[in-house]
């Protein structure tokens, strides 16, 4: 049977935690492990992690606060490699019993290179109440990725390979573990698969870290995102690029290369806006050439 790590990042979580903790300990037909950091909760999400003490495949620290990416990041470095495989998980939601074996099922021959699963899933509300959602997931690329794509890290299983190279080297600048995590398997040339049965309940209330957003906060995000802010995308990718310059494929060395040299010359402005490869579906295709024109990608 395949044994699987899941890393779950805590803050404030105490409404939702066990709820979520049980549909993980309920998962078929794989032997599962939960490695959980606290990202320095006030609430009694430690309480209730301490009632879990004395089950062996539960084990639990505390960790100042760093947000959830950095949060992620640490549990990575301080996860065992003796498993198979390694999942993210969110505090709130409720996993469908059969998650992890169906991501095991569609990735588990890559045993040589990175290979990450990831499901569509199922938005709900507080009280898992479905509500009326349609999910357009994409097919993931490099490209669209560097500009700030990525599934929910929630949805993602990967394999022992992605999370060596995961390992190589603590980042200093991330936009997300998610963002990160598919980075590194498409610039590695790994394996993706991506599953349309929705594996899990995706809890919307009051208190998400990360959550879905309305179409009018998505328009504000993706413009304060393109347009305001501190340069997050290209800070991301030249960080990526600085840890796996040495070790990444030479297609994402030209493609990483491309992007972060957009603003030395005009000419390298009009490279990235007409490569096909840099590019976003959607409205924020537009954003994203405005941003690089004006700098401010």
């Known amino acids: 049977m395949n044994k699987i790590l899941v890393l779950l990042s805590t803050y404030n979580g105490e409404k939702y935690l066990e709820q979520q903790l049980t549909s993980i300990l309920n998962q078929e037909n794989v032997e599962v492990d939960i490695l959980i950091r606290d990202d320095g909760s006030t609430d009694n999400t430690v309480q209730i992690l301490e009632k879990y003490n004395n089950l062996k495949n539960v084990s639990w620290f505390q960790g100042e606060n760093l947000g959830p990416a950095f949060s992620?990041?640490?549990?990575?470095?301080?996860?065992?490699?003796?498993?198979?495989?390694?999942?993210?998980?969110?505090?709130?939601?409720?996993?469908i019993s059969n998650k992890l074996f169906t991501g095991i099922h569609h990735i588990s021959t890559y045993k040589t290179i990175p290979a990450l699963f990831y499901s569509d899933y199922q938005i709900v509300d507080s009280n898992l109440n479905k509500l009326n959602n349609k999910i357009s997931t994409k097919d993931y690329t490099l490209g669209n990725v560097l500009l700030g794509e990525a599934p929910l890290g929630c949805t993602?299983?990967?394999?022992?390979?992605?999370?060596?190279?995961?390992?190589?080297?603590?980042?200093?600048?991330?936009?997300?573990?998610?963002?990160?995590?598919?980075?590194?398997?498409?610039?590695?040339?790994?394996?993706?698969?991506?599953?349309?049965?929705?594996?899990?309940?995706?809890?919307?209330?009051?208190?998400?870290v990360v959550?879905?957003?309305?179409?009018?906060?998505?328009?504000?995000?993706?413009?304060?995102?393109?347009?305001?802010?501190?340069?997050?995308?290209?800070?991301?990718?030249?960080?990526?690029?600085?840890?796996?310059?040495?070790?990444?494929?030479?297609?994402?060395?030209?493609?990483?290369?491309?992007?972060?040299?957009?603003?030395?010359?005009?000419?390298?402005?009009?490279?990235?806006?007409?490569?096909?490869?840099?590019?976003?579906?959607?409205?924020?295709?537009?954003?994203?050439?405005?941003?690089?024109?004006?700098?401010?990608?």
């Open 72 to 95: 992620f990041q640490d549990l990575i470095f301080n996860s065992s490699l003796d498993y198979d495989f390694f999942a993210f998980s969110d505090q709130d939601d409720v996993w």
């Open 156 to 208: 993602m299983l990967f394999n022992k390979e992605l999370i060596k190279l995961l390992r190589i080297k603590r980042s200093n600048y991330l936009r997300m573990h998610d963002h990160w995590t598919i980075l590194t398997c498409l610039a590695y040339d790994g394996y993706i698969y991506f599953e349309k049965d929705k594996l899990i309940y995706y809890r919307q209330h009051l208190n998400n």
């Open 211 to 297: 959550g879905i957003a309305s179409f009018g906060t998505k328009i504000k995000r993706y413009y304060k995102s393109f347009m305001t802010a501190d340069h997050e995308r290209l800070k991301q990718a030249k960080e990526f690029y600085a840890i796996h310059e040495n070790f990444i494929s030479k297609d994402a060395k030209l493609l990483i290369n491309e992007l972060t040299s957009y603003q030395d010359t005009l000419s390298n402005k009009f490279k990235v806006i007409f490569n096909k490869n840099l590019t976003i579906k959607s409205y924020k295709n537009l954003l994203f050439i405005i941003s690089i024109l004006c700098n401010k990608f």
